[in-house]
């Protein structure tokens, strides 16, 4: 109770003080994905609520590290936010070990915003339709099958090395700086496959330019229900949900976090909002700063893990 009176005595301190000025929220990609949807919905709703602009600026390159170092390193007031993925946060510090900062102690946790449903996409012209379809022409076809991915040691690269590890299967690799230009390729037939996140993808699977062979989460997908897990598709274990969460650089004071906080999850409660992301295919979170920071050191210990033994790398 004690430290609940706080809490609004804090707010209560920071409330005519904060926001004094615009906002930006980093987003360590480029404009049109996942990350860069939700930080824009996010964004207005808080710029509306403060009165003040709210910027999505992207920084885009290295797979998100340039973004991340650039956010980190923002004057800690509150007026630089970053919107940050799972990659960002818990695994690119153990695939690029001379990352200028390291991102668990760079960021102080506001709140993760989102969990992203993710999707095995494939171009329609594949000659296969489900996972365990494609496992078998994989297997027909060893390193003649390219998959793209948003940048090497992003989640829709991981996604597919651990599949590949999984269903024992070679897969090539293509990179590309951004989910957007990824999705174009595998739109155009550069490259058969991908894995990324239905917010990026559900308006091409809607108008056919793209088809799903499985989600990549433990359940399926509210807008894809006829869509199988892969889990339930033959690879039983095989389970990865991305997410979007709101930090700020470590030295922003306690009670202008708190702030920020309360707002976001007042947006986040906020139906026309809530409904905007539900309609991408995202489910809205909206956790304590201590639980986003607690879930994101165990999810960091996990990711070096299985970063070792699948002996994933960002170059390639």
């Known amino acids: 109770m004690k430290s609940f009176l706080l809490a609004l005595l804090l707010l209560a301190g920071v409330a005519e003080a904060f926001p004094t000025k615009p906002v930006r929220i980093v987003v360590a990609f480029p404009p049109g994905g996942g990350t860069d949807i939700v930080a824009r919905v996010v964004g207005q709703k808080l710029g509306e609520g403060w009165n003040q602009a709210v910027v999505v600026e992207n920084r885009a390159g290295a797979s998100g590290t340039i973004g991340t170092e650039s956010a980190a390193r923002a004057e800690p007031d509150g007026h630089t936010l970053f919107m940050a993925t799972m990659g960002n946060m818990t695994a690119n510090q153990?695939?690029?070990?001379?990352?200028a900062v390291d991102p668990l102690r760079a960021f102080a946790p506001i709140t993760k915003v989102v969990d992203v449903h993710f999707v095995f996409l494939a171009n329609p012209a594949l000659a296969a339709n489900s996972v365990g379809e494609l496992i078998e022409l994989a297997k027909r076809r060893p390193g003649d099958i390219a998959y793209s991915s948003s940048g090497p040691g992003g989640a829709p690269h991981l996604a597919m090395e651990l599949f590949k590890r999984q269903a024992n299967v070679d897969l090539i690799h293509i990179p590309?700086?951004?989910?957007s230009p990824s999705i174009s390729d595998l739109i155009g037939g550069r490259v058969m496959l991908s894995m990324?996140?239905?917010?990026?993808?559900?308006?091409?699977?809607k108008a056919k330019r793209l088809k799903a062979l499985a989600v990549l989460g433990s359940r399926r997908a509210a807008l894809l229900p006829e869509v199988p897990t892969i889990a339930e598709s033959g690879l039983p274990g095989y389970a990865l949900t991305n997410w979007f969460g709101l930090l700020a650089p470590a030295a922003t004071p306690k009670e202008t976090v708190l702030k920020i906080h309360a707002d976001v999850i007042r947006v986040l409660r906020d139906p026309e909002a809530k409904k905007r992301i539900t309609d991408l295919g995202a489910d809205v979170v909206g956790n304590s700063p201590?639980?986003?920071?607690a879930?994101?050191?165990?999810?960091?210990?996990?990711w070096a893990e299985?970063?070792?033994?699948?002996?994933?790398?960002?170059?390639?």
């Open 290 to 293: 201590e639980e986003f920071g």
């Open 306 to 316: 299985i970063i070792k033994a699948a002996n994933i790398r960002a170059e390639e």
């Open 196 to 205: 990324d996140s239905l917010v990026q993808s559900f308006p091409h699977l």
């Open 94 to 99: 153990h695939l690029y070990p001379k990352m």
């Open 295 to 302: 879930a994101m050191r165990a999810e960091s210990a996990q």
């Open 176 to 179: 590309y700086k951004g989910s």
